[in-house]
């Protein structure tokens, strides 16, 4: 039935039998009209004439012709002499309803609430009265005629004179009518205008009620509102016992088997960012999403990615005296397959090369720089060795790649190749890959060199058709984003043969000597050529976002973040990762299939193309969509790589830390020589192999790194201020992930060396997808504000023991730098003070030892998620690095200075001043030094201002 429907006059029903029950009519509701009008409550003791002057007067009134609508409510008893059958009497289509006069007059406000009448139950109400009217007419009538005799002509039952006394009588009777009516009406108002007053005083005094004045004249009452209580204000209480419930089945769900399926599909083809092979393997993930049900939208961009000449690889070559020997073919060599099981390997898995390589060929001597690390080249220099027009051997470690390879152009270096040494990648030569995990002499581990993150020539913009190309491919190179110079990596068996052939000066420095069976010299006479055949082109990538929608609070999410992009087949980095989250999509789909449940707040499950290239999805996602990223994320959870069975590695903000923490204490450890030695958690491992934590004095928290790069989640946390971590499992005590970016990362590999039994892809699932659901389905965001109170403590103490040791203070003036030390240092004791009130109202909620309204739910998530927002420099932490800009988290350009890797908004300029030469280099230094102290303690301030609990 409708809320409301159309009351129309119809006749009166015919005669119906006295009532036998009490029917109900609106509580406070005005006695029915006729009640009124004839002066009594029943009517039962009027006369005759009286009662067909009241007849006359309802049967001509327009009042009971009049059309309203009425609404459901409550019910009181109906008065007993009321003659009412059947109220619930379903042709209730069209009825005449009739009001008091004095209430329908025009222009009379008519006193309503809020609460809804019932339109069938006052509309036979009306019938009814009527229908005892009629009764009781007819009951009091000569010989009981029928309605119509008792009004014939006056001339065919009276004479003259009885005209006149009749008329009299009338006259009399209808005087004394009038009287009663203005007697009634009267009272009438006066019981109107009290209930107003009532109703007035009542709102004011408590509020309990609403009265509204309504001008409607089809719609009127006198009923005081229902207090109700705004869902707003309801106390709401964890439900820990449930919560725990709905984990312990979703962890329940997992099945090793089906992430080993998911892995062999993902890795069965080599699948560069760019190339058709990545784009049909999104496409296949897009429809994975999207048969489980998921909301799936994919990002596609236009960037420029760089490719090797798989026809024509790399190659090195030595001058003979009389032609050029080949040394390297830039190829590997590994022929045993059928150990593999059939393993299929095309040409292109056996190519090395580094992306964004100058193309081009080089002659000239080798200079061999150890790692390539600053540290490295000065060495060099000490020694009057110069790599100006020399090719520099450098190899793998100690920094990024692209870092040993501007080191080496910067002063004047024509080329360079890296290698890996068997001393850092392989711990028996007899046992190598696929005897065991360890690096093969054929490998050589592929990367890239660019020194950006995302599409260099859009930097800030997302790489959209509209977007306008502001760098060209000569100008990267020449700003230093690209390398000039060719690069090659090779294998330790070709970097042996080179080092063979040197007969220069011998490194005497213990950590320059690896573990070739040759000895390691800085220079030779040997001249070699080195071609780099390479080519740059845009490219198309494509991201893939799937959402599983919260119940309470959908526009917030979680996301659970890995990129697809692998340089060959890519089974351990990313696909290890890849596999495990599709795995976790199952689990709640599947969870959600069977009980309906649904987190509190969105899961998101994101996939990013050319991760590998430089961060290059995940960038452009965080430009295009920045500002509703920051709006609606409430955390970015990112697996790039599953690589050992032992331990956990973790980087993230101190926001994360216990709910970190808390996850891994309830995930079983899948390594079975792990529970031997009484470590049956994967908290338990994480605490033996790593104990020395972030937090002063605080044993709890094991070793979490900064989250300031190495995946997808750094431009999260560095561009838009999200909270993130990044987590891997590894091999401990020794670092076993030694195939890194080779041809060698297969299925194979992970069955037979990682994960035979399948339960270590299954154990960082139940971590990942415990972390993301504790995140996401607590009342209160279970954020640790406290430590970061204290880790911003622990990192001040290190800044300004940093600070005075180099003698900045010195630098800059006392009277200067200590009141820049003390402001800085009240700011973070004051961040500090104000997070432990609000941790005590996180804990205590989430525990379910306290209640909390929705009001001041929404309050205190709202400021949690813009605490970290609140470290975010608009304009990035100083003039030349807007790319970077958390105050505290943005990386450094170096870390020569052993500061710890915080700050570098100071520690950056603090490196520049210490090796600047002229006076005015200087002093801009200092100043922007002086600007870094300001910009750190104005976002500390910032943040502190969410935790100020005011109108809590």
């Given at each position: 039935?409708?809320?409301?429907?159309?009351?129309?006059?119809?006749?009166?029903?015919?005669?119906?039998?006295p009532?036998?029950?009490?029917p109900?009519?609106?509580?406070?509701?005005?006695?029915?009209?006729?009640?009124?009008?004839?002066g009594g409550e029943?009517?039962?003791?009027?006369?005759?004439?009286?009662?067909?002057?009241?007849?006359?007067?309802?049967?001509?009134?327009?009042?009971?012709?009049?059309?309203?609508?009425?609404?459901?409510?409550?019910?009181?008893?109906?008065?007993h002499?009321?003659?009412?059958?059947?109220?619930?009497?379903?042709?209730?289509s069209?009825?005449?309803?009739?009001?008091?006069?004095?209430?329908?007059?025009?222009?009379?406000?008519?006193?309503?609430?809020?609460?809804?009448?019932?339109?069938?139950?006052?509309?036979?109400?009306?019938?009814?009265?009527?229908?005892?009217?009629?009764?009781?007419?007819?009951s009091?009538?000569?010989?009981?005629?029928?309605?119509?005799?008792l009004?014939?002509?006056?001339h065919?039952?009276?004479?003259?004179e009885?005209?006149?006394?009749k008329?009299?009588?009338e006259?009399?009777?209808?005087?004394s009518?009038?009287?009663?009516?203005?007697?009634?009406?009267?009272?009438?108002?006066?019981?109107?205008?009290?209930?107003?007053?009532?109703?007035?005083?009542?709102?004011?005094?408590?509020?309990?009620?609403?009265?509204?004045?309504?001008?409607?004249?089809?719609?009127?009452?006198?009923?005081?509102?229902?207090?109700?209580?705004?869902?707003?204000?309801?106390?709401?209480?964890?439900?820990?016992?449930?919560?725990?419930?709905?984990?312990?089945?979703?962890?329940?769900?997992?099945?090793?088997?089906?992430?080993?399926?998911?892995?062999?599909?993902?890795?069965k083809?080599?699948?560069?960012?760019?190339?058709?092979?990545?784009?049909?393997?999104m496409?296949?993930?897009?429809?994975?999403?999207?048969n489980?049900?998921?909301?799936?939208?994919?990002?596609?961009y236009?960037?420029?990615?760089?490719?090797?000449?798989?026809?024509h690889?790399?190659?090195i070559?030595?001058?003979d005296?009389?032609?050029?020997?080949?040394?390297?073919d830039?190829?590997?060599?590994?022929?045993?397959?059928?150990?593999?099981?059939?393993e299929?390997f095309?040409?292109?898995?056996?190519?090395?090369w580094?992306?964004?390589?100058?193309?081009?060929?080089?002659?000239?001597?080798?200079?061999?720089?150890n790692?390539?690390?600053?540290?490295?080249?000065?060495?060099?220099?000490?020694?009057?060795?110069?790599?100006?027009?020399?090719?520099a051997l450098?190899?793998?470690?100690?920094v990024?790649?692209?870092?040993?390879?501007?080191?080496?152009?910067?002063?004047?270096?024509?080329?360079?190749?890296?290698?890996?040494?068997?001393?850092?990648?392989?711990?028996?030569?007899?046992?190598?890959?696929?005897e065991?995990?360890?690096?093969?002499?054929?490998?050589a581990?592929?990367?890239?060199?660019?020194?950006?993150?995302?599409d260099?020539?859009?930097?800030?913009?997302?790489?959209?058709?509209?977007?306008?190309?502001?760098?060209?491919?000569?100008?990267?190179?020449?700003?230093?984003?690209?390398?000039?110079?060719?690069?090659?990596?090779?294998?330790y068996?070709?970097?042996?043969?080179?080092?063979?052939?040197?007969?220069?000066?011998?490194?005497?420095?213990?950590?320059?000597?690896?573990?070739?069976?040759?000895?390691?010299?800085?220079t030779?006479?040997?001249?070699?050529?080195?071609?780099?055949?390479s080519?740059?082109?845009?490219?198309?990538?494509?991201?893939?976002?799937?959402?599983?929608?919260?119940?309470?609070?959908?526009?917030?999410?979680?996301?659970?973040?890995?990129h697809?992009?692998a340089?060959?087949?890519?089974?351990?980095d990313?696909?290890?990762?890849?596999?495990?989250?599709?795995?976790?999509?199952?689990?709640?789909?599947?969870?959600f299939?069977?009980?309906?449940?649904?987190?509190?707040?969105?899961?998101?499950?994101?996939?990013f193309?050319a991760?590998e290239?430089?961060?290059i999805?995940?960038t452009?996602f965080?430009?295009?969509m920045?500002?509703?990223?920051?709006?609606?994320?409430?955390a970015?959870?990112?697996?790039?790589?599953?690589?050992?069975?032992?331990t956990?590695?973790?980087?993230?903000?101190?926001?994360?830390?216990?709910?970190?923490?808390?996850?891994?204490?309830?995930?079983?450890?899948?390594?079975?020589?792990?529970?031997?030695?009484?470590?049956?958690?994967?908290?338990?491992?994480?605490?033996?192999?790593?104990?020395?934590?972030?937090?002063?004095g605080?044993?709890?928290?094991?070793?979490i790194g900064?989250?300031s790069?190495?995946?997808d989640?750094?431009?999260?946390?560095?561009?838009?201020?999200?909270?993130?971590?990044?987590?891997?499992?590894?091999?401990?005590?020794?670092?076993?992930?030694?195939?890194?970016?080779?041809?060698?990362?297969?299925?194979?590999t992970v069955?037979?060396?990682?994960?035979?039994?399948?339960?270590?892809l299954?154990s960082?699932?139940?971590?990942?997808?415990?972390?993301?659901f504790?995140?996401?389905?607590?009342?209160?965001i279970?954020?640790?504000?406290?430590?970061?109170?204290l880790?911003?403590g622990?990192?001040?103490?290190?800044?300004?023991?940093?600070?005075?040791?180099l003698?900045?203070?010195?630098?800059?003036?006392?009277?200067?730098?200590?009141?820049?030390?003390?402001?800085?240092?009240k700011?973070?004791?004051?961040?500090?003070?104000?997070?432990?009130?609000?941790?005590?109202?996180?804990?205590?909620?989430?525990?379910?030892?306290?209640?909390?309204?929705?009001k001041?739910?929404?309050?205190?998530?709202?400021?949690?998620?813009?605490?970290?927002?609140?470290?975010?420099?608009?304009?990035?932490?100083y003039?030349?690095?807007?790319?970077?800009?958390?105050?505290?988290?943005?990386?450094?350009?170096?870390?020569?200075?052993?500061?710890?890797?915080?700050?570098?908004?100071i520690?950056?300029?603090?490196?520049h001043?210490?090796?600047?030469?002229?006076?005015?280099?200087k002093?801009?230094?200092?100043?922007?030094?002086k600007?870094?102290?300001?910009?750190?303690?104005?976002?500390?301030?910032?943040?502190?201002?969410f935790?100020?609990?005011?109108?809590?």
């Amino acid at each position: 039935m409708d809320d409301e429907m159309e009351f129309s006059y119809s006749p009166p029903p015919p005669p119906m039998r006295p009532l036998t029950r009490t029917p109900l009519i609106p509580r406070r509701f005005p006695y029915p009209e006729e009640y009124s009008i004839m002066g009594g409550e029943g009517g039962g003791d009027d006369d005759d004439s009286a009662d067909s002057s009241t007849k006359s007067l309802l049967r001509e009134s327009s009042i009971h012709r009049r059309d309203f609508s009425l609404r459901q409510s409550i019910y009181d008893p109906l008065p007993h002499s009321v003659n009412s059958n059947n109220y619930n009497n379903s042709d209730t289509s069209s009825f005449s309803a009739t009001l008091l006069h004095s209430m329908n007059r025009p222009g009379t406000n008519k006193l309503t609430a809020s609460g809804l009448y019932s339109s069938s139950l006052i509309a036979n109400n009306n019938d009814n009265i009527y229908q005892h009217h009629q009764h009781r007419q007819h009951s009091h009538s000569p010989q009981h005629q029928p309605q119509q005799q008792l009004f014939q002509s006056h001339h065919s039952y009276f004479t003259s004179e009885q005209k006149v006394t009749k008329i009299l009588e009338e006259s009399a009777k209808s005087k004394s009518f009038l009287i009663k009516f203005l007697f009634g009406t009267v009272f009438i108002l006066i019981l109107i205008i009290t209930s107003i007053i009532i109703a007035g005083i009542g709102v004011m005094l408590h509020g309990n009620y609403k009265c509204n004045i309504f001008d409607n004249e089809n719609e009127s009452s006198d009923i005081p509102k229902k207090k109700r209580i705004s869902p707003y204000d309801e106390p709401l209480w964890h439900q820990v016992e449930q919560q725990e419930a709905i984990s312990s089945h979703l962890m329940s769900l997992f099945n090793a088997e089906k992430i080993r399926q998911n892995l062999r599909w993902l890795s069965k083809d080599i699948h560069v960012a760019g190339t058709e092979e990545q784009l049909a393997l999104m496409d296949r993930l897009h429809q994975e999403y999207e048969n489980l049900g998921f909301d799936v939208t994919p990002y596609e961009y236009e960037v420029l990615l760089n490719y090797p000449d798989y026809e024509h690889p790399n190659t090195i070559h030595l001058w003979d005296s009389l032609d050029w020997e080949l040394i390297s073919d830039g190829k590997a060599k590994f022929e045993e397959t059928e150990k593999l099981g059939g393993e299929n390997f095309d040409e292109r898995s056996k190519v090395w090369w580094n992306a964004y390589a100058n193309n081009g060929t080089t002659i000239g001597n080798i200079v061999y720089a150890n790692y390539g690390t600053e540290e490295d080249y000065l060495d060099l220099e000490k020694q009057n060795i110069s790599l100006r027009g020399k090719i520099a051997l450098v190899r793998y470690g100690g920094v990024f790649r692209g870092d040993k390879a501007q080191g080496a152009e910067k002063r004047g270096a024509s080329g360079v190749i890296i290698y890996s040494d068997p001393a850092d990648f392989v711990i028996n030569a007899n046992a190598t890959f696929p005897e065991n995990i360890w690096l093969p002499k054929s490998a050589a581990q592929r990367g890239t060199l660019l020194r950006t993150v995302g599409d260099p020539q859009t930097p800030l913009f997302p790489s959209k058709d509209y977007t306008f190309r502001e760098f060209s491919e000569d100008t990267l190179r020449s700003s230093g984003i690209l390398p000039t110079i060719p690069v090659m990596p090779i294998g330790y068996e070709d970097a042996e043969k080179i080092m063979k052939v040197l007969d220069g000066p011998e490194a005497t420095w213990a950590r320059w000597r690896g573990s070739m069976p040759v000895k390691y010299r800085l220079t030779g006479n040997a001249v070699f050529r080195l071609d780099v055949r390479s080519f740059s082109q845009k490219r198309k990538i494509k991201n893939i976002v799937a959402i599983f929608r919260g119940s309470e609070e959908p526009d917030r999410f979680v996301a659970l973040t890995n990129h697809v992009d692998a340089w060959v087949k890519g089974a351990i980095d990313p696909n290890t990762g890849t596999a495990t989250q599709l795995e976790i999509a199952r689990v709640v789909k599947e969870a959600f299939d069977y009980t309906g449940w649904r987190p509190r707040r969105s899961l998101a499950f994101c996939l990013f193309d050319a991760e590998e290239f430089g961060l290059i999805g995940s960038t452009e996602f965080v430009e295009e969509m920045l500002r509703s990223i920051q709006a609606r994320a409430v955390a970015i959870i990112n697996v790039d790589n599953i690589n050992g069975n032992s331990t956990l590695s973790v980087k993230a903000v101190p926001l994360l830390y216990r709910a970190i923490v808390k996850a891994a204490g309830k995930i079983g450890h899948p390594n079975p020589s792990e529970i031997q030695n009484g470590r049956p958690t994967l908290l338990d491992s994480w605490r033996f192999y790593s104990p020395k934590g972030p937090l002063p004095g605080d044993k709890s928290v094991p070793s979490i790194g900064l989250p300031s790069s190495g995946s997808d989640h750094q431009r999260f946390i560095i561009y838009a201020g999200i909270p993130v971590a990044d987590i891997r499992i590894e091999s401990a005590p020794i670092y076993t992930y030694m195939l890194y970016h080779t041809m060698y990362e297969i299925p194979w590999t992970v069955e037979n060396f990682l994960d035979p039994s399948g339960e270590v892809l299954v154990s960082a699932g139940k971590l990942w997808l415990e972390l993301a659901f504790s995140l996401s389905s607590n009342l209160v965001i279970p954020f640790g504000v406290d430590d970061y109170g204290l880790f911003l403590g622990e990192q001040f103490k290190k800044l300004k023991t940093n600070l005075i040791y180099l003698g900045i203070d010195t630098i800059i003036g006392e009277k200067t730098f200590l009141p820049m030390m003390k402001n800085l240092g009240k700011a973070i004791t004051d961040f500090h003070q104000l997070s432990r009130a609000f941790q005590q109202i996180i804990s205590s909620t989430n525990s379910g030892d306290r209640s909390l309204t929705l009001k001041q739910i929404e309050m205190l998530n709202s400021r949690l998620m813009s605490i970290e927002r609140a470290f975010i420099l608009d304009y990035g932490i100083y003039p030349e690095r807007s790319f970077q800009r958390h105050s505290i988290f943005s990386s450094l350009q170096n870390d020569d200075l052993n500061s710890g890797g915080c700050f570098a908004l100071i520690i950056d300029p603090v490196s520049h001043l210490i090796i600047a030469e002229s006076d005015l280099e200087k002093s801009e230094w200092i100043k922007a030094i002086k600007m870094g102290f300001t910009r750190l303690q104005y976002t500390i301030e910032s943040a502190t201002q969410f935790l100020q609990l005011d109108g809590f």
